[in-house]
């Protein structure tokens, strides 16, 4: 199936750092989100981005939609250990109700 | 507001069978979608109904297979189980139209074919 770029696909860091992950198409989005998931559970909407170049922030989050449409970016500030799991990024078609999705990134947070 | 409940949470099944699984949406939203989830494959689009009516379907075989009620609520059944459907099953719900689309999830259903 149809799956957006995401990277880094995974990455250790250390409680407190900042953690920025991006997604990548060469297709032309018009809504993005981005989702966290933890084991066993179903994906939690962290944030919607609706227009090109739209930065929107949620508490330590912030996530922009490019400029260009194809792509969109996710930062974590001061990193905690409840940040562990898995982040996705889902990129809709313009006219169209069919999400793609990024294939994640696998974050853990060192104590 | 209530969130997306799914039902079964968990189901164990053996090759040949088939399964159907429920999925209520937040009230108010009119779109379903289901997704199938697996560690090689990620999250892959299996169909979204709105309306009754399915609006978009991924690639899946005619195996699976959905439906949706006049209140939203959504079926999804497969049948001839094969192990490889083995996978968390999620559904999600959004209001289906062309602005705020953001989409919700339920809590999956984890389906293990034997």
């Known amino acids: 199936g149809q799956q957006l770029n995401q990277s880094p696909q995974s990455m250790f860091i250390q409680e407190g750092e900042d953690v920025s992950m991006n997604c990548t198409s060469s297709?032309?989005?018009?809504?993005w989100l981005w989702y966290k998931q933890d084991p066993g559970e179903g994906p939690v909407l962290l944030i919607a981005l609706y227009k090109a170049g739209e930065l929107t922030s949620n508490g330590r989050l912030t996530a922009q939609f490019g400029i260009t449409r194809k792509d969109s970016f996710l930062n974590i500030s001061a990193s905690i250990p409840s940040d562990v799991g898995i982040y996705f990024c889902?990129?809709?078609?313009?006219?169209?109700?069919?999400?793609?999705f990024g294939t994640g990134t696998r974050l853990k947070v060192l104590a | 507001k209530a969130g997306v409940t799914q039902t079964p949470r968990y189901l164990i099944k053996t090759r040949g069978q088939q399964v159907t699984l429920s999925c209520s949406p937040i009230s108010g939203h009119r779109s379903v979608s289901w997704y199938q989830q697996t560690p090689g494959q990620g999250l892959q689009f299996l169909f979204e109904?709105?309306?009754?009516?399915?609006?978009n379907k991924g690639n899946f075989p005619g195996r699976f297979s959905g439906r949706q009620f006049s209140n939203s609520r959504s079926e999804m059944n497969v049948s001839t189980l094969e192990l490889g459907d083995s996978a968390l099953y999620l559904c999600a719900s959004s209001q289906g139209l062309s602005t705020y689309n953001e989409q919700f999830f339920g809590p999956g259903t984890r389906l293990t074919v034997l």
């Open positions: 109904y709105f309306s009754e009516t399915q609006r």
């Open positions: 889902a990129g809709l078609f313009k006219g169209t109700y069919k999400y793609i």
């Open positions: 297709s032309i989005f018009n809504t």
